[in-house]
Nanobody
Framework: VQLQASGGGSAQAGDSLRLSCEVT????????MGWFRRAPGKEREFVAA????????YYTDSVKGRFTISRDNAKNRVDLQMNSLKPEDTAVYYC??????????WGQGTQVTVSS
């Protein structure tokens, strides 16, 4: 199972970036999908999640109204649209797949750097 995150990079405050996570070796249709991030010197934190059907989404307070998580089960992919980026969004972003009855799976991370 591989989760390949892409779309990270450098941005200015106020810019947008779109992260994508392509999954191979696992059909994500039965899995919830999420994004976490780890900023320098900080613990990994939850960013956003979407249920297996896409019917419900969840966000940490600091990104509500700015980030949008979406999924395409046919393409086995989950995206994170990040708008109005702030320097405090600088982190390595990880996608993950989770299911109550089984293992969690994590990607390798993609760096997002936002300058003021």
């Amino acid at each position: 199972v591989q989760l390949q995150a892409s779309g990270g990079g450098s941005a200015q405050a106020g810019d947008s970036l779109r992260l994508s996570c392509e999954v191979t070796g696992l059909r994500i249709g039965n899995y919830g999908m999420g994004w976490f991030r780890r900023a320098p010197g900080k613990e990994r934190e939850f960013v956003a999640a979407v249920t297996w059907s896409g019917g419900s989404t969840y966000y940490t307070d600091s990104v509500k109204g700015r980030f949008t998580i979406s999924r395409d089960n046919a393409k086995n992919r989950v995206d994170l649209q990040m708008n109005s980026l702030k320097p405090e969004d600088t982190a390595v972003y990880y996608c993950m797949a989770f299911i109550a009855t089984g293992n969690d799976y994590w990607g390798q991370g993609t760096q997002v750097t936002v300058s003021s």
